[in-house]
């Protein structure tokens, strides 16, 4: 096979979502949470590896090693370090799998990689032949039967594999279209117009609700916090989350659902530009930006290098570069965080 197999896909993915949990919640009990920058100087490795690793939509694994350096200088519970072991060496067997064998070396079966001319039995051992001399002698091919079979077989699996695939896509759209037509409300979009892309409103908005871990939580407490909001940015939206959601809604006349949907969020985000930027929505933008995949130090202070940041998002995303976080701007900002993680 060329590529990893439908549990290797899922070994990384779980343990790059596992490894970015710990790093988005490190910032508890009166911890800052690490750059990746000063994270990847603990950990020996450059800023864009460890970016890899913290990504569950890229490819690439974690070495065990690195793994527990993390837990540790993380403080991750203890808990989850027997999992996190266990999906590394996973995900480390199944690229070790995927990877071809050298030439030259024998077959994992211990069998010889030519075969030896037939001998008469009173012949003895056979002598070594010279070169020029064996030019007229003809080695017998090798079977082909044992390479038809691997083909046979690696061609079976692929389909079988394509298969389950096709089945899963379909069961999955079906489940996300009833999921996403029995939450539709008065804070979120019609039933007839629910969007194709995952995670996202048909307006474009994600939603956000009581139990999201990381960007959805973290995004709604920095921009309460900015709305004068007294709630912890620990990226776990929990029940005092939900409760300074209800009172923000019930102030803009929304209906006070806890739920973020796209009528919350247009009255949750703040325009910022280099005249109005209140610290901790710039604390929101810096920390999307820099989420999204665009390098961002997290300062809670709209300096030029994050302007400089923003417009290279919105140069990216074809948006207008301006410079400044309008209203498309922060939905662009919102999708494209990824998948997110609920508890």
Do not use: C
Request: proline share 8%.
């Amino acid at each position: 096979m060329t590529g990893p197999t439908a549990p290797d896909r899922d070994a990384v993915r779980a343990l790059a979502e596992l490894l970015r949990m710990w790093w988005e919640l490190s910032a508890r009990e009166g911890r800052a949470k690490p750059t990746q920058q000063s994270l990847a100087s603990r950990l020996g490795i450059d800023q864009t590896t460890l970016s890899r690793y913290l990504n569950p939509r890229h490819p690439s694994t974690a070495p065990l090693r690195t793994v527990e350096l993390l837990h540790t200088v993380l403080r991750a519970p203890a808990a989850d370090l027997p999992r996190a072991r266990a999906l590394a060496e996973a995900a480390a067997a199944g690229a070790a799998r995927k990877s071809p064998r050298p030439a030259g070396t024998a077959p994992a079966d211990g069998s010889d990689a030519t075969a030896a001319s037939p001998q008469h039995p009173s012949a003895g051992p056979p002598s070594p032949v010279p070169v020029a001399a064996s030019s007229h002698v003809t080695a017998p091919p090798p079977a082909p039967v044992p390479a038809a079979r691997v083909t046979r077989r690696t061609a079976a699996a692929r389909a079988a594999l394509a298969f389950l695939g096709v089945l899963t896509l379909g069961g999955g759209i079906g489940l996300g279209w009833g999921a996403l037509a029995h939450r539709a409300g008065q804070d979120g979009p019609p039933v007839a117009a629910v969007a194709a892309s995952a995670g996202a409103t048909a307006s474009g908005w994600p939603l956000a609700r009581k139990g999201d871990l990381l960007w959805k939580a973290r995004a709604v407490q920095y921009l309460l916090r900015a709305h004068g909001h007294a709630v912890e940015a620990d990226g776990d939206f929990g029940v005092r989350t939900a409760a300074a959601v209800k009172k923000f809604q019930a102030a803009h006349g929304l209906l006070a659902d806890g739920k973020v949907g796209a009528r919350t969020w247009s009255h949750l985000i703040i325009r910022i530009d280099s005249q109005h930027a209140p610290q901790q929505a710039v604390v929101a933008l810096q920390y999307l930006l820099d989420n999204s995949g665009t390098a961002t130090d997290i300062t809670g202070i709209f300096t030029p290098s994050t302007a400089r940041s923003l417009e290279t998002f919105q140069r990216d995303r074809a948006l207008p570069v301006t410079g400044v976080a309008d209203r498309d701007t922060w939905r662009a900002l919102l999708t494209s965080q990824g998948p997110g993680i609920h508890r």
